[in-house]
């Protein structure tokens, strides 16, 4: 029986992978800070189920390496509008 962190940690993992979605998403969508969902996809997922956790950590790599797209997107689109 799981408790209710690691569920959550699960819960966390396959919306990520499902939603190919960000931390910032998952926060949103489950109520919980930007630190939780990391804490639990990193450091919970990976005593629960290594499978479930690479492939999560595969989502959360490719996301680091776009944040700096994302970032000059918003940017632009901030001051362009002004």
């Known amino acids: 029986m799981l408790s209710?962190?690691?569920?959550r940690a699960v819960r966390?993992?396959?919306?990520?992978i499902e939603n190919?979605?960000?931390v910032r998403a998952a926060a949103k969508q489950f109520g919980v800070?930007?630190?939780t969902v990391h804490k639990d996809v990193t450091q919970r997922l990976e005593k629960l189920d290594g499978a479930l956790w690479a492939?999560?950590?595969?989502?959360?790599?490719r996301n680091k390496a776009e944040r700096?797209?994302?970032?000059g997107i918003a940017t632009r689109i901030k001051y362009k509008g002004k």
Request: cysteine-free; charged content about 40%; overall charge negative.
């Open 4 to 7: 209710k962190l690691e569920e």
């Open 12 to 16: 966390l993992a396959e919306y990520l």
């Open 20 to 22: 190919d979605a960000t």
């Open 33 to 35: 800070s930007k630190s």
């Open 55 to 61: 492939e999560a950590k595969a989502v959360l790599e």
């Open 68 to 71: 700096h797209i994302r970032g």
